[in-house]
């Protein structure tokens, strides 16, 4: 690719970002005023698998102010070419044990916290650092074996267990229904994961914040926000499709 024809493709795909955000924004805005709240009550994160720097970058200066991240390494590698002043990084992807150090007090939140095993490292190595990190319970609500994630009914008893670890905040759940479902069947899981929320989060446990549901993307934030979203992971809707 020659300059003229990279920096013509990088204009485009810009303006490209921009109207979609603007479209995202607008779908937001309007999803939760239909569910009772307001269009800042939701959270839209940018979910920037296989994105380039360049182009995560111009999110940012468009109003991205929340990324998401699903591997460690990728994020690492990227993380030194990204603009993230007032942006607040989360890793969205499972994380395996001989990750958690490499990548405690590179990110805020952890919203892949699948087992009492994996909260338990993120607690030593986040108490090593003398730093909080905050985490996000991924719940497997549609009980697939080719997913990761606690099962919806293990939580009442792991999240207090979960609580008790130094070093970590429990600050919600994340969710991803499974791929095939739509109409009433996704908005059922999406309100199953909503009752949990409103559950756990009566429940006043210690050192638990429960504020962040995190659930629906690119294909379904619409029905996810209209069924109690607080966060949204929106990746090729927002950049485009993916290129690996």
């Not at 499972?94 to 919203?111: A, D, F, M």
Request: proline share 3%; net charge negative.
């Amino acid at each position: 690719m020659t300059e003229r024809s990279l920096t013509e493709y990088r204009e485009k795909r810009c303006r490209h970002i921009e109207e979609n955000l603007k479209e995202i924004r607008d779908n937001i805005a309007e999803a939760a005023i239909r569910s009772g709240r307001s269009p800042e009550a939701v959270q839209l994160m940018a979910v920037t698998k296989t994105v380039e720097p360049f182009f995560i970058n111009h999110a940012i200066r468009c109003g991205i102010d929340l990324i998401g991240e699903n591997r460690v390494q990728e994020f690492l590698g990227k993380k030194p070419e990204l603009e993230l002043d007032g942006v607040d990084c989360h890793l969205i992807g499972h994380l395996q044990t001989n990750k958690v150090k490499q990548i405690v007090g590179e990110v805020s939140t952890i919203q892949s916290v699948d087992s009492l095993k994996v909260a338990k490292e993120i607690s030593k190595q986040s108490v090593n650092r003398d730093l909080v990190t905050k985490v996000l319970l991924e719940v497997n609500v549609g009980e697939e074996e080719s997913k990761s994630g606690m099962t919806y009914e293990a939580v009442p008893e792991l999240l207090p267990e979960i609580a008790e670890l130094p070093g970590l905040s429990v600050e919600g759940f994340m969710a991803i229904p499974p791929l095939w479902a739509e109409g009433a069947e996704l908005r059922g899981y999406f309100s199953k994961m909503n009752q949990l929320y409103v559950d756990m989060k009566a429940q006043n446990i210690d050192n638990i914040n429960v504020n962040i549901l995190s659930m629906g993307m690119s294909a379904d934030y619409v029905q996810a926000i209209l069924e109690g979203a607080t966060l949204v992971r929106v990746g090729s809707s927002l950049f485009g499709a993916r290129v690996y």
